[in-house]
């Protein structure tokens, strides 16, 4: 499989960083990054539905208007 010039550019930088003394720094960073990765994929691999993205919408345009309350407001109404 032949890897796109962006791919093959990212890999140099990479190769170039590891050795330099920021490689540490780059090696956590990418553990960090393939280990949130691979929970993603154990966590959820479904594919959000279109009620998901719609609800998410819904969800953020009451966020932008204000329509929200705090955690101890909705313990308050609903008596938890």
Not at 2 to 17: D, H, M, P, W, Y
Not at 53 to 73: F, N, P, S, Y
Request: hydrophobic content about 30%.
């Amino acid at each position: 499989m032949e890897a796109s010039k962006g791919t093959e550019e990212l890999i140099l930088k990479v190769k170039a960083i590891a050795q330099s003394p920021e490689g540490d720094l780059l090696r956590r960073l990418v553990d960090i990054l393939y280990d949130r990765a691979s929970a993603q994929e154990e966590y959820d691999s479904e594919p959000l539905t279109q009620e998901d993205l719609e609800a998410i919408q819904r969800g953020k345009e009451d966020i932008k208007h204000g329509r929200v309350m705090t955690l101890e407001e909705y313990e308050r109404k609903y008596g938890l």
